[in-house]
């Protein structure tokens, strides 16, 4: 302290200050006073003591010093005033002294350390406080960090709780609805209708949350362990796809269960009996409606992301689950968002997919100003799309769909009329009872066998096949045709509506009419895009198992057959044969009915092509005659088919008309195309629409064969008419029937005869009765000749005889 003194001395001597002012006992014990005075230990800031020099102000320590020996001064002079003045006057000396000595301080130097003799001690002291003070501080502040922890952490235990322990409440409030209130409402006489509409899909919901708190109790942890919150978001993970599944058919079908509760509020002695059901059934809760239960999944879908929320909002970040919850968190929310447009796009559906049946009188009265517009629009729209004015919206991923949902439509279609055809085929079968009618086949074996195993087949086996068909093959595909409706609705309304978004997509503002046609159009194209796939498999799925039903029942017919034909296989004549033998003998048994029955079909066949000539009409007689007369007989040929022109040049005709042929080409050199004269004009007419005409009423060139008598052409020639006396010849006839002219074959129901040549009459008719056409033999060939052709000749005489007709 001396050497700092001296120092101070020694600068304040340099600066005109004596060094015996400064040695003033008074003085120095006045600036140490003054001194320890500001080194209190009390002072906030406990660092060693340092002056710093200011450039506006006197340093606030020199002026602290001031004061103090300026108040020492002035304490001493009270007391001595009186006695001793020349003290007084030195003490203020001195006092001017210090001031001296600080102000020269300030202005010599930057910062004057001043260190009492106890500086070094009361530094550790000071050190030891600030450690001990800062320790506290951390302490306090680690305290409350646990506290704020702990807290955070208790809330998180709550928010746990809150969710489980709703979930069980929740899961406990369905089933009191599902069980007791559905049960009691069954017992009802009479029950409500449409009863089970109103509990559709609740199974499904409880059985999602069921699985969910039993995965949350399999593992046996409490709310408190850390592994409890990661078992729980895997869960909720876990079940999400059910969980969507389930609540978004509820949800959608909730709006159906309000209207059946509207309907039940109408019947008042019927609501109050549903009233006093579920009163009874949970007297604990006070609902007074269905809707107070049926409510709780729609409601309790949404509270998912809250309870999540609030369970991560107490989750520290640094939770081993923290990225899991919140996951979790996100999953709830997207669940509720998909909910929600599945909800939207069923409304959608629903909204177009109806088909109204409406009359014309309704659908004028649905006719307005804004319709009409909306309609012409759309028209004119598609005719640029046709005529190439405009541009067509093009997308191929929907064009693929719809042309694949044609295709499964036209397969379905045709399917569904396959298997009607086969089972009205299978029922005419049932109706025919063959086994009735008596074969005079009495004491064989086989006939015997056919009407056991034929009414075998007809009462039990074919009947029982048929009602697996119409339930399992036959029912489904109607359905599914039922089915069809409503997609195809739905592409022809996305039609329409694309046909509107067309006209206003090039616009930069739309409307609020205009933004609602856009979004109609967008939501139809997606749900389509969405839907249509889903469906367009399930219906392939549908008809590949419904083919291999069809095939398992064909399997099944055919083993109860065989089971049926092994009872009666050893009584049949040809049950001894070996199994080689037996299949030769199948085989040929098979070919030989083959060509008898290709023998009966040929007889058939020529039975009904029989040659059939109708009366003509006037007008059409005075046009034969008139071509007749004009190209010949040779070339006049009849339409069998009704003729309409497509190109120039072409006639129309009807069926039955005569035309007369001048060539059998056109000027292309086209032999399918004949040119012809109808009487009225000429033109082409298709030659497999025209047949030659033979007219059985002209008269046939002179036979060679037959005499020629002046009376000859007296005699009439008339249709071949049954005759009781033609029919039994004398053993020595004196007539017989011969050809009066040539006739040339057309076909194999007719045969080819030369005039003078004998045949042998079997028919006088056809098989329709027509007797301008006469069934006749000759040379062993049977066929038709026309029956003018015809005439009696004596036997053995060169002169006719009375004709036969």
Known sequence: ?????????????????????????????????????????????????????????????????????????????????????????????????????????DAGAHQIRLRLPSEDSFSEETLVSQERLAEEAKKKSEEEEAAAKERQAQRQVMAIEELVQSEKSYLKMLQICTVNIRNSLNNLQPPPPNLDSLFLYTEEVMNVSSRLLFKLEQKQLKPKNPEFLENLCASFLSLSSEIEAAYKEYLWN?????????????????????????????PEVNATSLSFFLVMPVQRIARYPLLLQTIQKHTDPSHPAYALLEQTANTSIALN???????????????????????????????????????????????????????????????????????????????????????????????????????????????????????????????????RMRTLIHKPLCELRDLLVGPKNLIRKRLHKLLDYEVIEGKPKLSYEEQAVANAYKTINTLLLNELPRFNGLALQMIWRMLGTFSCLHRDLAADMEQLFQGFALQLPHSSYHPTEFQEWVETAVLEGARNLDILCQSVQETLNSPAVQPLSPSCQRRLQQLTDKHGSGKIFQVTNTVVGTRDFDLNLTKGDFVALISEFDTRGDKRRWLVDSGAKKGYVPSSKLIRYHQAAEDPPPSPFLPTLGNMMAFRRHSCIPDPQVVHVTSQPLFQVVAAYDFMARGSHEVSVRAGEPVRVLESQDKRGNSEWSLVEARGQRGYVPSNYLTRMPVGTGSLAPPLY
Not at 255 to 282: C, F, G, M, P, R
């Open 1 to 105: 302290m001396q050497q700092r003194l001296s120092s101070a001395a020694q600068h304040s001597q340099d600066n005109g200050i004596k060094r015996g002012d400064l040695s003033s006992p008074q003085l120095i014990q006045d600036f140490a006073e003054a001194i320890s005075v500001m080194e209190v230990s009390g002072r906030p800031n406990p660092s060693p003591f340092k002056l710093h020099k200011s450039a506006s102000t006197p340093l606030r320590y020199s002026g602290a010093v001031k004061k103090v020996v300026k108040k020492n001064q002035t304490k001493e002079s009270g007391n001595k005033k009186k006695d001793n003045q020349d003290e007084y006057d030195n003490a203020s000396s001195e006092e001017e002294t210090a001031e001296d000595l600080m102000n020269l301080a």
């Open 254 to 282: 909730y709006n159906h269960v309000s209207l059946v509760e509207n309907d039940y509020k109408q019947n008042e002695t019927l609501w109050s009996d549903i009233i006093k059901v579920v009163k009874s059934a949970a």
């Open 337 to 467: 968002c998909n909910i929600n447009e599945y909800k939207r796009f069923r409304e959608v559906a629903d909204k177009y997919k109806k088909t109204e049946n409406l009359t014309i009188m309704d659908k004028i009265n649905r006719l307005s100003t804004h319709s009409i517009a909306k309609k012409t629009a759309r028209f004119s729209q598609y005719i640029k799309h046709e005529t190439g004015m405009a541009p067509k919206l093009v997308d191929e991923e929907f064009d693929t769909l719809e042309g694949f949902f044609n295709i499964l439509e036209y397969g379905i279609l045709v399917l569904l009329e396959n298997v009607e055809t086969y089972l009205f085929h299978l029922q005419r079968f049932l109706e025919c009872k063959t086994e009735e009618f008596d074969f005079d086949m009495d004491g064989e074996k086989a006939p015997v066998c056919y009407k056991e195993i034929h009414t075998a087949l007809r009462q039990w086996i074919l009947p029982m096949f048929e009602k």
